[in-house]
């Protein structure tokens, strides 16, 4: 039985299980850090336990801080909700080895999926077609563009594109530090790279007797920097046909490996073939368009499937259709930088017009420390058009004030041309990074045009390829006139790259900054020599931290 549940997670997500866990009769644990500690998740469980000081990796990823809580508050299950240890084998195994029961897969099988290549070769012994890899010193020259992936986790952390060989060594080093920073696992592979294939996923969930059944497809394909932005189910450009194929092929993988719970199998589509990428052994943060369209708790499922229990008769048969927008404190006119800060005014739409997944409040603080997701805004319609306007007009009665969000963007997305047509692919946000879109205009009501909230489309941009590959020098944010760099967010130093009295030209790399678990390249504004570094690696520095003085070189 599952009668006392820890959430080994914070925010919207813990909230997202507190609700689900109540209304099933559970006794709820909340976990926190001392950052977190007047959060909502934490007023919200019916017991909350600190965990450690604010960094995740003395919180949220400490195995012993989580499970010494389990103990403190008695409970009998854990709920690891997405990101920090929801795919982490050791952490499943050792809440099996302390009697809790851990609501997802087994360890075997969070181990065995988890990692990019070893889900590699079972896709292909299950005959689910996959991209071709290479080892790190044996790409052949011809095949780039190449991309690079950590072998562990998600999220686009540890995700780098290389068109050139001469790129490759940089971008390994950096996906590599990015992978053991965000999952304690600097491994990474090298996979051919589809120019513009489309992001399409599939929600499994399975018993302890052998039932594995799908609800569907999520097509997710307006990323920025391989981090999903909006989800949507069904997937609206795939035929029947692959459909049924690629449907198909996610069952029998999950079914050969034994796989328990829930999980997502996400391949990318390129015309009629498609791609194995990964299965995230975990339930996912658009589960919430499965979730409407379905009419289905996915958290409850996983909890009675946790309980030992037979999956009951499900239908896959989506009713119209559900888009979701995932709102990010991060600046989207500065290469999407994350962004800290206190929300000082916060409107959600109505429960009517839209669902709020969300632990955002108004005077709501949002830290480096973490992820800078604050929430997610689904809409449901009789078809995408439908879902597609209502999302929009929810998204139009939402503000926040005193923090910067991608609120603008996504409006400016919401309303493109190009997404209502569904004329997209995975690279479309980063190869339009001026956002040259051409609204379609709503007959009735405003645009997402009308917005009075300082948004622009115009304005200085790096080449589409330089702004999608890596932030570059269009971050006037982090430079100023007089050669300065600074520091964009609050974060700790990787690498420093060059020393005082060199000589550099302009956008090349004078170091790099981890903030919210994502690196961030400081290129220089000009050319010139560096008369001053303000920062050693290891150093945790504030917003505006002066890291870097260029000297412009005189013409």
């Not at 389990?70 to 854990?78: S, T």
């Not at 409850?300 to 979701?324: K, V």
Request: charged share 25%.
């Amino acid at each position: 039985m599952v009668d006392s549940i820890l959430i080994a997670n914070r925010g919207e997500i813990a909230l997202r299980v507190i609700r689900t866990a109540r209304a099933m009769g559970i006794r709820t644990v909340a976990v926190y850090s001392d950052a977190d500690i007047r959060s909502p998740h934490v007023t919200a469980a019916d017991v909350a336990v600190r965990l450690g000081p604010a960094p995740a990796t003395e919180s949220y990823l400490n195995v012993a801080a989580v499970l010494g809580a389990a103990r403190e508050a008695g409970a009998d299950a854990v709920h690891p909700g997405y990101g920090f240890l929801s795919e982490n084998a050791g952490f499943a195994q050792a809440c099996q080895k302390a009697g809790l029961t851990f609501v997802g897969p087994p360890a075997e099988v969070i181990s065995a999926l988890g990692r990019k290549d070893a889900a590699r070769e079972l896709a292909e012994q299950a005959d689910v077609p996959v991209l071709r890899a290479y080892r790190a010193a044996e790409v052949p020259q011809d095949v780039f563009p190449v991309l690079v992936k950590a072998a562990s986790g998600g999220g686009g952390k540890g995700m780098r594109i290389v068109r050139a060989p001469a790129e490759l060594p940089d971008a390994l080093q950096a996906a590599e530090r990015e992978a053991e920073s965000a999952f304690g696992d600097g491994t990474v592979l090298v996979e051919r790279y589809l120019e513009h294939g489309r992001h399409v996923e599939v929600q499994i969930l399975a018993d302890g007797h052998g039932n594995v059944v799908h609800l569907g497809e999520r097509d997710c394909s307006v990323q920025r920097r391989h981090q999903k932005v909006v989800e949507e189910s069904p997937a609206p450009t795939i035929s029947p046909e692959l459909r049924e194929r690629l449907l198909d092929a996610a069952v029998r993988l999950c079914r050969k490996v034994g796989y328990v719970n829930a999980g997502t199998v996400e391949f990318i589509v390129s015309g009629d073939e498609f791609f194995f990428l990964e299965v995230n052994t975990r339930l996912q943060v658009e589960h919430s368009v499965t979730e409407l369209v379905t009419g289905l708790d996915l958290v409850e499922l996983q909890i009675r499937i946790a309980r030992g229990e037979r999956l009951p008769r499900l239908s896959a048969r989506p009713d119209g259709h559900a888009i979701e927008v995932r709102v990010y404190a991060e600046d989207a006119e500065h290469g999407f930088l994350p962004q800290a800060g206190t929300a000082e005014t916060v409107r959600w739409p109505s429960e009517s017009s839209a669902r709020v997944d969300t632990a955002l409040r108004s005077g709501g603080e949002v830290t480096a420390y973490y992820d800078p997701m604050v929430a997610k805004v689904t809409a449901h319609g009789v078809d995408r058009e439908a879902a597609r306007r209502n999302l929009l007009s929810a998204i139009e009665d939402t503000e926040i004030s005193g923090l910067t969000t991608n609120l603008p963007f996504l409006r400016t997305v919401l309303g493109s041309a190009e997404f209502a047509d569904a004329a997209i692919d995975t690279s479309w946000l980063d190869t339009h990074p001026d956002l040259p879109f051409h609204p379609r205009l709503e007959p009735d009501g405003p645009t997402p045009f009308d917005a009075r909230d300082g948004w622009r489309l115009g304005g200085p941009a790096l080449p589409a390829r330089a702004h999608a590959e890596r932030i570059g020098a269009s971050e006037d944010a982090s430079t100023a006139p007089d050669g300065s760099v600074r520091a964009p967010m609050p974060g700790t130093v990787l690498a420093v790259k060059v020393h005082e009295g060199q000589t550099v030209t302009a956008g090349e790399p004078l170091g790099v900054l981890e903030a919210m678990k994502m690196e961030h390249t400081m290129l220089s504004p000009s050319d010139g020599v560096v008369s001053a570094v303000g920062a050693e690696v290891g150093d945790q520095v504030p917003l505006g931290h002066e890291l870097f003085h260029v000297e412009v070189t005189p013409s």
